[in-house]
T-cell receptor
């Protein structure tokens, strides 16, 4: 069965510092991979996605993620965090693209001055 | 593009009444829509998948007679919580997907409170 693990429940970074949010998945083949962001009381916004090709994908708001097949990982990065990036981040996978998403439990990002 | 709306954003209802939540894709045709439930500080739990013109597929443990889903058009899906009880209080989020596309676009969510 597919599963997604986000090992960090809560991360705090200083504004301007770099950020890496971890995501590991369990699936026999390469799934379709997504990162979403959710602000409090809001829906989810798609940050970026990976289906195939270049393993480093660029997303919106200055985020990028790298797919590493050998590690079954799809970590999200940003070189310089802004206070407005404080939110909940969800990694998700879909094994065929037409099937429902399987979400990780989320990582809450706090940004301090 | 790819905007999904939900209405209402918040609703308070009395125990025993029914509530309907609408999910609309505003600028694209959504052949598939999904309904999720999210508890405070939790991840999203898939409730059901609906394809336009056919019956919804419910996840295990979700009561289909309690959570009625209709996907009558390519831009609208509705979730009706029937005979609501306080334990149905939650944040309900829908998402929509174009035919042939892989990504889902999410609505802003509906906060349901049953008193």
């Amino acid at each position: 069965a597919q599963s997604v693990t986000q090992p960090d429940i809560h991360i705090t970074v200083s504004e301007g510092a770099s950020l890496e949010l971890r995501c590991n998945y369990s699936y026999g083949a390469t799934p379709y991979l997504f990162w979403y962001v959710q602000s409090p009381g809001q829906g989810l916004q798609l940050l970026l996605k990976y289906f195939s090709g270049d393993t480093l994908v660029q997303g919106i708001k200055g985020f990028e993620a790298e797919f590493k097949r050998s590690q079954s990982s799809f970590n999200l990065r940003k070189p310089s965090v802004h206070w407005s990036d404080a939110a909940e981040y969800f990694c998700a996978i879909s094994y065929s693209g037409n099937t429902p998403l399987v979400f990780g439990k989320g990582t809450r990002l706090s940004v301090i001055a | 593009g790819a905007v999904v709306s939900q209405h209402p954003s918040r609703v308070i209802c009395k125990s025993g009444t029914s509530v309907k939540i609408e999910c609309r894709s505003l600028d694209f045709q959504a052949t598939t829509m999904f309904w999720y439930r999210q508890f405070p500080k939790q991840s999203l739990m898939l409730m059901a998948t609906s394809n336009e013109g056919s019956k919804a597929t419910y996840e295990q443990g979700v009561e289909k007679d309690k959570f009625l889903i209709n996907h009558a058009s390519l831009t609208l899906s509705t979730l009706t919580v029937t005979s609501a009880h306080p334990e149905d209080s939650s944040f309900y989020i829908c998402s929509a997907k174009r035919q042939g596309a892989y990504e889902q676009y999410f609505g802003p969510g509906t906060r349901l409170t049953v008193t």
